[in-house]
C-alpha cells in the first residue's frame, strides 16, 4: 500500500496496518497538558502534573474588590474626608443651628487661584480652609481644601481634629467670636 505524503503513514506503513502503542493519539495529548516545561520530563509511568490556573495566572493581582462595599476599607480618601467634615458639622449645628441654618459647607481638593475670602493658612501659607462671606442674596460658605489638611494630618484621628478645628476657626470668624466661645473643646482634642 502506497501512502501520499502527509497522511500520517510512517515508513511505509499506513497507521491502521500498526497495533496500538502506548503513545496513540489520545493518551499523548491527555499525558502533556502540563506546561510546556513539563512536556520533556514526562514518560507513560508518571503523567505531567497539570497546574490549576487561579485568578492570579498573570501577576496582576487579585480582581474585584478586597473588602465588602459597606466596611470602612472600601471607602476612598475623600469618602472619610467628607464623612470627618459632615461629623464636625453635626457636632457644630447641636448648638449653633440657628446660626449655621444658611451657611453651606464645601469640599474642595486644593485652593484656586483666586484669593477671595478669608483664609486659614497653614505653616507653609497654603490655605486649609477659606469663609466666603455671604452678602447680595448669597449664603455664606465655608470651604475647607482636602488635599492640603491631610497632608498636614499624622493619621486619621489627626485628621478629625483638624477638620474639626478648621471648621470652628471660620465659624467663630463668621459669628465674630472666639473659636472657643463656638466649641469648649477647641484645641483639647
Known amino acids: 500500500m502506497h501512502c501520499p505524503r502527509g497522511s500520517g503513514c510512517v515508513a511505509g506503513r499506513h497507521p491502521a496496518d500498526t ?6 493519539r489520545g493518551v499523548r ?12 520530563q514526562a514518560t507513560a509511568a508518571e503523567p505531567a502534573v497539570r ?15 478586597l473588602a465588602p462595599p459597606d466596611s470602612p476599607l472600601s471607602r476612598t ?29 464645601a469640599v474642595e481638593a486644593v485652593p484656586g487661584a483666586n484669593g477671595a475670602g478669608a483664609a ?3 505653616p507653609d501659607g497654603v490655605p486649609l480652609s477659606r469663609l466666603h462671606v455671604g452678602g447680595a442674596g448669597r449664603n455664606a460658605r465655608i470651604v475647607l481644601y482636602r ?13 478629625a481634629v483638624l477638620i474639626h478645628d478648621l471648621i470652628v476657626e471660620q465659624v467663630a470668624e463668621l459669628l465674630g ?5 463656638v466649641d469648649p473643646d477647641y484645641g483639647l482634642d
Do not use: C, H, M, Q
Open 77 to 105: 480618601r475623600a469618602e472619610a474626608f467628607n464623612d470627618y467634615v459632615l461629623d464636625a458639622v453635626e457636632r457644630l449645628e447641636g448648638r449653633w443651628r440657628r446660626e449655621l441654618a444658611a451657611v453651606e459647607f
Open 147 to 159: 488635599r492640603p489638611i491631610e497632608a498636614r494630618a499624622k493619621g486619621r484621628g489627626d485628621l
Open 177 to 181: 467670636i472666639a473659636p472657643e466661645a
Open 51 to 65: 497546574r490549576r490556573r487561579g485568578r492570579d495566572r498573570r501577576g496582576r493581582g487579585l480582581r474585584g474588590p
Open 19 to 24: 497495533p496500538a502503542a502506548p503513545y496513540a
Open 29 to 40: 495529548k491527555r499525558l502533556f497538558r502540563g506546561s510546556s516545561a513539563d512536556r520533556g
Open 120 to 122: 486659614t493658612d497653614g
